[in-house]
């Protein structure tokens, strides 16, 4: 995907959501929508958390299986998506 289409599609979001189920390494996909500066919603990894700085202030982590992601969507909708505390 070119840049432009890639900047325009995560300016069009109000979330990003990446549901990994298993630890990764460096996540490109991870940093480019944070340069978006669009909440970002993440697998609790310790990869992701540290090195892609998924950290309290910049979205919601959620530990990787569907009872946690979908309790972490219901707050984000219940928050407006807007940064939190974890």
Do not use: C
Not at 22 to 32: I, N, V
Not at 53 to 79: C, I, Q, T, Y
Request: a negative charge; hydrophobic letters at 50%; charged letters at 20%.
């Amino acid at each position: 995907m070119s840049p432009s289409k890639l900047q325009a599609f995560y300016n069009a979001i109000d979330v990003f959501v990446n549901p990994t189920l298993r630890p990764q390494g460096l996540d490109l996909t991870l940093m480019e929508e944070m340069m978006s500066g669009k909440p970002v919603m993440a697998s609790r990894f310790r990869s992701i958390k540290g090195s892609i700085v998924v950290d309290d202030e910049f979205g919601f982590m959620f530990a990787p299986n569907v009872a946690s992601l979908l309790e972490a969507l219901e707050l984000a909708v219940k928050e407006g998506f807007i940064f939190r505390r974890l």
